[in-house]
């Protein structure tokens, strides 16, 4: 609620007027895929870095092979991401990349959060 002064009997008085700004799309609206905690870390971390190791990313978001590997094959699944294997010597290596494709969503929804941080310090 606004407070607007009324002007009806040439004095002035202040009454309850409730502002309604379009609505700025809701947390609801979000990319499901990239919203959920660990896909995004993996996004932000690929969107700063060429390309990650698993055993890069799962150090540097603290989590299990398990997790990692079920949150990156999602973001894969999707296009956001690519996954590439092959042995250096013998040890096996996964390299993450994040896509040309999967950098416009995570850029939407940086812009989305931040479209919905700014009206929550207007409201």
């Given at each position: 609620m606004a407070r607007a002064l009324k002007h009806d009997d040439g004095g002035a008085e202040e009454e309850d007027v409730a502002v309604h700004a379009p609505a700025p799309q809701t947390a609801l609206d979000l990319?499901?895929?990239i919203h959920e905690r660990m896909r995004l870390g993996i996004v932000s971390a690929l969107a700063v870095n060429d390309h990650l190791s698993f055993n890069d990313l799962k150090k540097l978001l603290k989590t299990t092979d398990g997790n990692l590997s079920v949150h990156a094959r999602k973001l894969?699944?999707?296009?956001?991401?690519t996954c590439e294997k092959y042995f250096e010597g013998r040890m096996?290596?996964?390299?993450?990349?994040?896509?040309?494709?999967?950098r416009r969503p995570l850029e939407r929804y940086l812009d989305h959060m931040e479209a919905i941080i700014q009206a929550t310090r207007e409201g």
């Open positions: 990319d499901r895929v894969e699944e999707a296009g956001y991401v096996p290596k996964t390299e993450y990349r994040l896509t040309a494709p999967g």
